[in-house]
């Protein structure tokens, strides 16, 4: 074989990865099952009911609803799920006006006032997904939050306003861990006082 053909056999492998990762990374920013679709639309100057709405993703990745359980809504871009949502409205509607907002499922845990799965837009920051949740407590270590996404942890200092990984936007499955601040006294000093009057208590035992 030669290296001429040796070297566009490698470009084309190496162009073939590339759009491979591209794709996965569309995907991976994309709808999820568990996501929702927040639908609205106008009609002969009227929202239109029947086609109005909060859709959630089901498992095969269509809107569960009568209607639009034909349109697929996983697999691909954000931005591509209006072209699919148009399309299927056309059929039934002349020149329908429409807003279509996906809405993504992320748990927010830890130190906040009120942990819980939240669906938000998908223009929503970390920092926005934490205020969402009551905001962090007086014990909470905005410093080093973790943001758990694809089975990896990146941190994320909530504590500078200037900080870019707080304007970090979420995607669909995020986990956000708001931890505990650490108190000297309460996680160190605390446990050895306990095991030291632990101990003490035993010696006072076996002496009588």
């Given at each position: ?139 909470a270590n905005t410093q080093h ?60 035992f076996f002496r009588h």
């Amino acid at each position: 074989m030669s290296r001429i053909l040796k070297s566009l056999l490698l470009l084309a492998g190496l162009i073939a990865a590339g759009n491979a990762r591209a794709q996965s990374a569309a995907n991976s920013e994309g709808l999820n099952p568990g996501d929702q679709v927040r639908i609205l639309v106008w009609g002969q100057n009227a929202v239109q009911p029947g086609f109005s709405g909060d859709f959630m993703v089901a498992p095969n990745g269509t809107l569960v609803h009568p209607l639009y359980r034909d349109v697929q809504v996983t697999g691909i871009p954000l931005a591509a799920v209006e072209d699919r949502v148009r399309t299927f409205l056309t059929r039934y509607l002349t020149n329908p006006q429409f807003v279509v907002m996906p809405l993504l499922k992320v748990i927010v845990s830890g130190e906040v006032r009120t942990p819980n799965v939240l669906s938000v837009p998908s223009e929503t920051t970390v920092a926005q997904a934490v205020v969402l949740a009551g905001g962090p407590t007086s014990n909470a270590n905005t410093q080093h939050v973790k943001l758990l996404r694809d089975r990896q942890e990146i941190a994320v200092d909530l504590s500078r306003a200037d900080s870019q990984a707080a304007s970090l936007q979420i995607r669909s499955g995020d986990q956000i861990l708001v931890p505990t601040k650490t108190n000297a006294l309460r996680d160190y000093i605390g446990p050895v006082t306990s095991t030291i009057a632990a101990v003490a208590a035993i010696a006072s035992f076996f002496r009588h």
